[in-house]
Structures are given as structure tokens and as C-alpha cells.
């Protein structure tokens, strides 16, 4: 399988800025999409993870409306790395950060489905 493995979360500042990081590990595999999800645990009005930025193997990016204009999603495909620089970040981006990636397991010829275990990013106000 592949493996995801993100780093950058934290406790900020509202107006600050925050860095994730995910790289994918594994045997063989060629990975298309890269994505990052976020989601808020405590919240029984929050919907299930949603998709904040997506990144595609050629370049073409989408966000959330939400987000766009302060978030940019980056991939390094030679590292197998997608960034989200996240600025003016504001109290309701508070939420645990999961990366995602879909490809194809070289060796197997089947496709794949990651997930990371999730960062959490605290904005304060």
C-alpha cells in the first residue's frame, strides 16, 4: 500500500500562516490526484471531511471557495509530496487536516486509496 505521511500542523495565530506538508511512501506506485481534506470531530452541524484543495498530477489545482485566495496547494511529483500553504488563516479553518491520494500500485496493476492520520491546525482568534 501506499503510505501518507503529513507534518506542519499547530496552534496559530488568526492573520497567520501555517505549512502542511504529506509525502506518499511506498513499493512501485504512480500517484495521479493529491488532495487535502479537513474536518471538525466536535461539531454535529460540521459535514463529513471536506475537500479544501486538490492538486492533479499535471498541475491543474481546485479549491474550496472558502479558501481561495489564501491557500495553495503545491506537488513535488519527483518527491511524491503535495504542500498546502495555508495564510490569513481565520478561526473556522480550526479543523484536522487529512491528506489524500489516489494512484496506481505499479507491481499489483490495481488502483490505490490513501489516506494520512491527520494534522490538526488550531487557529485562535
Known amino acids: 500500500q501506499v503510505r501518507l505521511t503529513e507534518s506542519g500542523g499547530g496552534l496559530v495565530q488568526a492573520g497567520g500562516s501555517r505549512k502542511l506538508s504529506c509525502v506518499a511512501s511506498?513499493?512501485?506506485?504512480?500517484?495521479?490526484?493529491m488532495d487535502w481534506y479537513r474536518q471538525v470531530p466536535e461539531s454535529p452541524r460540521a459535514p463529513d471531511r471536506e475537500?479544501?484543495?486538490?492538486?492533479?498530477?499535471?498541475?491543474?489545482?481546485d479549491y474550496l471557495d472558502s479558501v481561495k485566495g489564501r491557500f495553495t496547494i503545491s506537488r513535488d511529483n519527483a518527491k511524491n509530496m503535495v504542500t498546502l500553504q495555508m495564510n490569513n488563516l481565520k478561526p473556522e479553518d480550526t479543523a484536522v487536516y487529512f491528506c489524500?491520494?489516489?494512484?496506481?500500485?505499479?507491481?499489483?496493476?490495481?488502483?490505490?486509496?490513501?489516506w494520512g492520520q491527520g494534522t490538526q491546525v488550531t487557529v485562535s482568534s
Open positions: 489524500h491520494a489516489d494512484g496506481v500500485l505499479l507491481a499489483e496493476s490495481r488502483t490505490f486509496n490513501s
Open positions: 511506498g513499493e512501485r506506485f504512480y500517484v495521479n490526484g
Open positions: 475537500l479544501v484543495a486538490r492538486a492533479t498530477r499535471d498541475g491543474t489545482t
